[in-house]
């Protein structure tokens, strides 16, 4: 491995993100390296040209992030991933972004099939694009996920059937494609789940008889597909969730274009960690980043658990939408129930923390119900789905107003709660971007709630 700095790196300033970097191309590495070096919270500590320079730099270095090529020496197939897998064994905490000239999906397949949390695929043509690299690089450094559209598009888009199936086999395929679980499958066809695979291996077995020498890696897709989806279906993961739940099977359905807007009525939660940046400032950026991680997983389940969406995590900021990208009737209590379960989560992870010496995150959660727009914005280099207006702007705003531990609603979530909790009201609060007082209630614990902090925690 070439290090980029001789000895041991020096000590990490805060916020600053290490990278290792991997490609057997010198030309492409050093633009790379580039890229990233513009950027003042981005460091490239070591560069790799195989598979066995990535583990010893990872060894050496102890990056934050791996950046990697898939195809290096030794065999020139699919090191760069193998690599990333054997770092993440030995280095939890390290996040991983693939570059690849192939748009093929069975690369991302096998890298996200035990999960999505701290990993990015990109595609070469397209990283010199923006800040397409960067943003990928800082979003795994804190557990987050980063797909190129291209990737994404192709992994929930159906998979094209082959002729001489059934329709009832048609079916069966095009439910495999969408990515639905064996097990969902099971309980809508009311058979075991054993059986329902002998089923999709018997429609792959099919379509193989139909298959020329020149679709051979399409049927190789398809069984990539097959294998992730029962791997994710064992760890609660599907494709799905690689786009706010539900989202992939909307596009899909109906077809919707970049800039197509809608209109929801829906409740937002925002969380937020208080004191943070006091947290970062006397934290390791590594041990903070798996903290973020830990976080994230906590709150992804708390708020799936309820059927919302997770819009996005930025930072220590949390986003869900509870109405959207598929309407719900109880959607106010449904955020109210994801927010309580955010706090117990977190209390419990606190309460480990506390044991190895770590600090506490306080989350400050703030809860609003109203219309929204909801659209799929960007380009094709880059996409999101993402709901916009007062009701998004009035959950900020009312986060800000909660401690941690405590919960925050609005007015409107309050009165759209068929069974309202117990709360208070707080004083008429004038918030930015609002010419009138906004009327808003604090949740009042339960004694036995475990939400957020404990008392003696609280700031």
Partial sequence: MDSSDSGSP????????????????????????????????????????????VIAGAMTCEPHVLVTDIRMPPSFSREGIDAAKEVRKRHPGTGVVILSQYDDPEYAVSLLAEGSAGYGYLLKDHIAEGDQLV????????????????????????????????????????????????????????????????????????????????????????RLLHKAIV????????????????????????????????????????????????????????????QLNIHRAAMNDAILGENGTVMQFVGDAVMAVFGAPFAQDDHAE????????????????????????????????????????????GSEERLEYTVVGDTVNLSQRLQQLAEAG???????????????????????QLVKGRDTPVIAYKLIDSPDSGTGLAPSERQ
Wanted: net charge negative; no cysteine; glycine share 8%.
């Fill in 10 to 53: 020096p000590a990490v300033a805060t916020g600053t993100i290490d990278v290792l970097l991997a490609d057997d191309n010198l030309i492409v590495r050093e633009g790379v390296r580039a890229l990233i070096a513009r950027h003042p919270d981005l460091r490239v500590v070591g560069v790799a040209a195989d598979y066995d320079e």
């Fill in 135 to 222: 943003d990928a690089i800082r979003a795994v450094a804190t557990g987050g996920t980063a797909l190129d559209p291209a990737i994404v598009d192709a992994l929930v888009r159906p998979v094209a059937t082959q002729g001489g199936l059934t329709p009832a086999e048609e079916e069966l395929l095009n439910m495999v494609a969408e990515g639905k679980p064996i097990k969902a499958i099971a309980v809508a066809r009311n058979l075991p789940a054993e059986a329902i695979s002998s089923e999709v291996e018997a429609v792959f077995v099919k379509l193989a008889e139909g298959v020329s020498s020149g679709t051979k890696g399409a049927l190789q897709r398809l």
């Fill in 231 to 290: 791997d994710r279906e064992e760890q609660g993961e599907t494709l799905s969730r690689l786009l706010p739940g539900g989202l992939a099977e909307k596009l899909r359905r109906d077809g919707r274009h970049i800039g197509e807007t809608e209109k929801v009525v829906i409740t937002v939660l925002m969380s937020d960690i208080r004191a943070y940046s006091t947290i970062a400032e006397h934290a390791d950026p590594s041990q903070l980043a798996g």
């Fill in 334 to 377: 449904r955020s109210v129930a994801a927010a309580l379960s955010m706090h117990a989560k977190q209390h419990e992870i606190n309460a480990r923390w506390a044991e190895e010496g770590l600090p506490a995150f306080g989350l400050g959660l703030g809860l609003s119900t109203g219309e929204a727009a909801a659209a799929l914005l």
């Fill in 406 to 428: 405590e919960t925050v609603l609005s007015e409107a979530t309050l009165h759209a709660l068929e069974t309202p909790p117990a709360t208070f009201a707080l004083p008429p």
